[in-house]
């Protein structure tokens, strides 16, 4: 769960909160993520809880529980391709290799004008797609 991400094994995961917590009210999108589907082997975690920011700017970081059961923590920017779409290209930590390149396509869904739904694909390896709440600030 987030709270066992943020409380039990993430150090990391409570100092990205941390500094999540301090940043300026109009800074950018909270992302909260949540469950995935993987389309290969079922041994993959598909609960990949964990929190991320969207900055004005473009630049995106966060953290998670990934698909191996690891704490993964990724950083890259967004380039927006539509008001909907949008391709974030960066890297993330915590699988095979210790940084490893990252490129997902994602979706917004908007529920209200501050929240929306992303829906993610991660296109590579198996594939993978992960539903994560934002919420602009």
Known sequence: SLCQAVTGRGVVMRYLL????????????LLLHGPSYHFGPTEYNNANYGLGY???NNFVLGAYENSINKTSVYAGYCFTV???????AGAVSGYEIPV??????????????RIGLRINLVPFGSGVINLALGVKL
Do not use: K, N, W
């Open 18 to 29: 941390l500094l999540l917590l301090s940043l300026p009210a109009h800074a950018g999108e």
């Open 54 to 56: 969207a900055f004005d």
């Open 82 to 88: 539509t008001q909907r779409i949008s391709v974030l």
């Open 100 to 113: 490893a390149p990252a490129v997902v396509l994602s979706y917004r869904v908007p529920i209200t004008e």
